[in-house]
């Protein structure tokens, strides 16, 4: 069975860092590609960033370029995401999840989802 | 940047049929996906490559893709299918999400 679990949300002031992981099981993880989405409370989703198989090629929506850093860690089956410089707008549940396509952004599994508040 | 554009909601009775539109620029150019979500829960993949349905998905979803439209259609939906659905198209290695419609079934 395929599992994507998400940890490292909280609460953290505006400016600060934090990092999230995603440990995948139940597939060969070093196949995928993998992602970061994020939903802010009563919001739409809003797509973060993706990594390679690899992790040679990284990509990001503007809003977040030069904060955050996707990365992987195919021997740990994990994925990560370390965010500095956190805004109030940075607030939202942030998924992992699996593309089963090449870069092609159909995610086919999820995972649960980790909070991420950014509040004084 | 991209822009994927929803209505913010359509309604159906039971055993009708709902239609969800997705606007962007040369969308039929790219492929879109459909993604359901439940009040709590996380997306599911429902409609990818246009047209295409993951294994589990019922036969009543069906999706497709021309000029600057993607459409999900639901044939005869019903109250299980009442959810926020989002369109999807990536775009210069970017990956954009439409702002998402709920469709409601009563």
């Known amino acids: 069975e395929v599992q994507l679990v998400e940890s490292g949300g909280g609460l953290v002031q505006p400016g600060g860092s934090l990092r999230l992981s995603c440990v995948a099981s139940g597939f060969t993880f070093r196949y995928y590609w993998m992602n970061w989405v994020r939903q802010a409370p009563g919001k739409g989703l809003e797509w973060v960033a993706n990594?390679?198989?690899?992790?040679?090629?990284?990509y990001y929506v503007d809003s977040v370029k030069g904060r955050f850093t996707i990365s992987r860690d195919n021997a740990r089956n994990s994925l990560y995401l370390q965010m500095n410089s956190l805004r109030a707008e940075d607030t939202a549940v942030y998924y992992c999840?699996?593309?089963?396509?090449?870069?092609?952004?159909?995610?086919?599994?999820w995972g649960q989802g980790t909070l991420v508040t950014v509040s004084s | 940047s991209y822009e994927l554009t929803q209505p913010p909601s359509v309604s159906v009775s039971p055993g009708q049929t709902a239609t969800i539109t997705c606007s962007g620029d040369k969308l039929g150019n790219k492929y879109a996906c459909w993604y359901q979500q439940k009040p709590g829960q996380s997306p599911v993949l429902v409609i990818y490559q246009d047209n295409k349905r993951p294994s589990g998905i019922p036969e009543r979803f069906s999706g497709s893709n021309s000029g600057s439209t993607a459409t999900l259609t639901i044939s005869g939906a019903q109250t299980m299918d009442e959810a926020d659905y989002y369109c999807?198209?990536?775009?210069?290695?970017?990956?954009?999400f439409g702002g998402g419609t709920k469709l409601t079934v009563l």
């Open positions: 990594i390679k198989q690899d992790g040679s090629d990284k």
């Open positions: 999807l198209a990536w775009d210069s290695n970017t990956v954009v």
């Open positions: 999840a699996r593309d089963q396509g090449e870069a092609m952004a159909e995610f086919d599994y």
